[in-house]
């Protein structure tokens, strides 16, 4: 056998490993079409149903009751005090939402208690007034918040352990692969999604590395996501396209806020059933995000 003929042996078996490890590195979890089917009826609230220059801004009580008036789902965001109670807020920092330039993490129960959300009389809420609010009344969708270096495995344990007395319908999600392979190993049985998009287009401070691994998906060996929340305007990512052919996750589509939105949506990045769905969304508020569960 010549050299050529050996070398080019060599080189289709690295391929196959290489296409090998490639497909175990991104294959997702089992399916949660069942368990998310109470998400598939109308959209979802993100951040519940606000607006900020009103007196029901995002994340507080009066937007998640707005949102449950108008039947939606709620997706809110979960991170720990320095006293490591579970506090519902989008954002790391209090300087956009209460004008206090400081993160949460650092800040004691107290100190939130003073702060107050774009300039109304709401706080921060904790998770326990958001569920003991919502109580079953329509799915919650709960994004576990970390950044590299954030301990996500508290975070994801303090939110969890409020979960497990709560008798309505949950999934948890997370752009941190790591939140969901705590949820992977801990609670199996609650759904976890992966919050994805281009981050190679849109890095948001992360490494060359992370951009690459984040935006390929290869972190669902750690995660094996059961659905997949997914920016609409970075459809077409070549992973994400694979994603749709090679599996039956459900697909999230984040964050919609029209009902042109939700049309793209629904015929060309998130091409699955319908569930019974009509083509169109209530009027949304001019600053109100909503996202949509489109399986």
């Not at 890095?203 to 929340?229: D, H, K």
């Not at 920016?231 to 599996?247: C, I, P, R, Y």
Request: glycine residues 6%; charged residues 20%; proline residues 5%.
């Amino acid at each position: 056998m010549s050299g050529w003929a050996k070398a080019g042996i060599v080189a289709g078996i690295a391929i196959v490993v290489l296409l090998g490890a490639t497909v175990y590195l991104k294959t997702p979890g089992a399916s949660a079409h069942s368990q998310l089917e109470p998400f598939y009826q109308q959209p979802i609230a993100h951040r519940g149903y606000f607006d900020n220059d009103s007196k029901a801004p995002e994340n507080s009580l009066p937007a998640f009751q707005n949102a449950i008036d108008h039947g939606y789902a709620i997706e809110i965001d979960t991170q720990l005090t320095a006293d490591g109670t579970v506090i519902v807020l989008h954002d790391k920092s209090l300087a956009r939402t209460s004008g206090v330039d400081k993160n949460v993490e650092d800040m004691t129960d107290a100190e939130l208690a003073q702060c107050r959300l774009f300039d109304t009389d709401e706080h921060v809420p904790t998770l326990e007034e958001v569920l003991a609010l919502i109580d079953g009344k329509v799915p919650l969708l709960v994004e576990i918040k970390g950044e590299a270096g954030d301990d996500v495995a508290a975070i994801s344990a303090a939110t969890a352990e409020l979960l497990d007395t709560y008798e309505g319908v949950y999934a948890v999600q997370s752009f941190n692969p790591f939140a969901l392979q705590w949820f992977l190993n801990n609670r199996p049985d609650v759904p976890r999604g992966l919050l994805s998009k281009d981050f190679i287009a849109d890095g948001e401070g992360q490494s060359f590395v992370n951009r690459i691994a984040l935006t390929s998906m290869l972190t669902n060996v750690v995660a094996r996501p059961n659905f997949i929340s997914y920016e609409l305007k970075s459809d077409g990512q070549l992973t994400f396209e694979a994603m749709q052919h090679l599996s039956d996750l459900p697909l999230f589509a984040w964050t919609l806020k029209s009902q042109d939105q939700l049309d793209t949506a629904r015929d060309a990045a998130f091409p699955r059933k319908q569930n019974g769905w009509e083509n169109t969304l209530p009027p949304i508020r001019s600053a109100s995000f909503l996202t949509t569960s489109v399986s």
